[in-house]
């Protein structure tokens, strides 16, 4: 059974940081790529980044290029999501997601956590 946990969202300024968790129990994650989206109030859902956990590129949206960043901790099986130069527009509730290499859907999900970015 895979388990997904994100932690870290929450309240900030425009300008501020933060640093999105995901920790995943139940899989090896060499062969998964690991995605982050996010949803606002009133919009679709929107990939932010996607990367494979092993080896290989990063996916960044175009919004987030230059400010967002990931890193992979292999020792917790976590995936970190780096949010620097964060604005109002970046608001939005912050989903982790896996899908198998070479799979088109993501499979499995988080619950999400909220990111608001407000002065």
């Known amino acids: 059974q895979v388990q997904i946990q994100e932690s870290g969202g929450g309240l900030v300024q425009p300008g501020d940081s933060l640093r999105l968790s995901c920790a995943v129990s139940?899989?090896?994650?060499?062969?998964?790529?690991m995605a982050w989206f996010r949803q606002a109030p009133g919009k679709e859902r929107e990939l932010v980044t996607a990367?494979?956990?092993?080896?290989?590129?990063?996916h960044f949206a175009d919004s987030v290029k230059g400010r967002f960043s990931i890193s992979r901790d292999g020792a917790r099986n976590t995936g970190h999501l780096q949010m620097n130069s964060l604005k109002p527009e970046d608001t939005a509730v912050y989903y982790c997601?896996?899908?198998?290499?070479?799979?088109?859907?993501?499979?499995?999900w988080g619950q999400g956590t909220q990111v608001t970015v407000s002065s």
């Open positions: 997601a896996l899908k198998f290499r070479g799979d088109q859907e993501y499979r499995f």
């Open positions: 139940g899989r090896d994650l060499s062969m998964y790529v």
């Open positions: 990367f494979t956990w092993g080896a290989g590129g990063t």
